[in-house]
């Protein structure tokens, strides 16, 4: 009778220590003072860059993207459907787009700022995350926080980061819309994606990074909306590229 009982009492024992460890994963998840910290540890230096996206899906698309302090321009050039190069600008701060050319082209957000934006966890809950639900969890097998959702969540607003090194690996915006980074090395110093992947829905589009340059001095004038609109060669790119970074990352005023 007594040998019989052994696996009900194993399996008591097993069951009370996960919760155990579950509740207390729970207690030591990092506040949003300590992930804010961190990140400025790991990224705070960062505060200007110069990378190239490109899209092995349009081999004639690229998109340039300047940052310095807090401000941005992306060019956004497409030949991808044969009727020659066309040319798009946009500068903005934050999640918000201040000035482009032409004027319609309605470009999305600079998709580096989702990466590593300047005021972390407030930044993630203007997204529409919630600091009250946070969790440990896995993204493609690797070990993650995840911020603004439980782990088994995948449409909620949310950021997975690496547990480890704080790399924003994940951001989904809403059901169906996400930005992944990966592929993180070393590079002047910090650790920076080189791939990552757009999806929308069923539909998404890889990505590679080339970083030419970080902690650079930036003129000015690059982010200045005055000279955006003395440019004279600007045009609407056809690109299902730019169609989807358009649906992807929208923000909602």
Not at 74 to 103: D, H, L, M, R
Not at 173 to 181: E, T
């Amino acid at each position: 009778m007594f040998v019989k009982k052994i696996p009900v009492f194993l399996f008591i024992m097993v069951l009370v220590a996960s919760l155990f460890w579950c509740r207390s994963a729970r207690a030591f998840f990092p506040s949003d003072e300590a992930i804010d910290d961190t990140m400025y540890q790991k990224y705070g230096a960062l505060t200007s860059y110069e990378a190239l996206i490109t899209f092995p899906s349009e081999p004639g698309t690229s998109l340039r993207i300047k940052r310095g302090d807090d401000r941005w321009q992306q060019t956004f050039v497409s030949n991808a459907y044969g009727n020659g190069t066309v040319t798009a600008k946009s500068i903005g701060q934050y999640f918000k787009t201040s000035a482009e050319c032409p004027v319609n082209a309605d470009l999305p957000v600079s998709p580096l700022q989702f990466w590593v934006s300047d005021d972390p966890t407030s930044d993630w809950k203007s997204l529409g995350m919630t600091n009250s639900t946070r969790s440990y969890g896995f993204n493609d097998g690797l070990p993650v926080f995840v911020f603004g959702a439980e782990s088994t969540d995948d449409s909620s607003p949310q950021i997975r980061l690496d547990n480890e090194n704080f790399g924003p690996l994940k951001i989904t915006l809403g059901a169906g819309r996400s930005i992944s980074f990966g592929t993180y090395t070393k590079f002047a110093g910090f650790m920076l994606p080189h791939t990552g992947v757009i999806a929308v829905g069923e539909d998404s589009a890889e990505f590679k990074i080339e970083w030419l340059g970080v902690r650079q001095k930036i003129a000015p004038a690059v982010f200045s909306a005055a000279a955006l609109k003395n440019e004279s060669s600007c045009g609407i790119p056809s690109s299902s590229v730019l169609e989807l970074l358009k649906k992807c990352l929208r923000i909602k005023p």
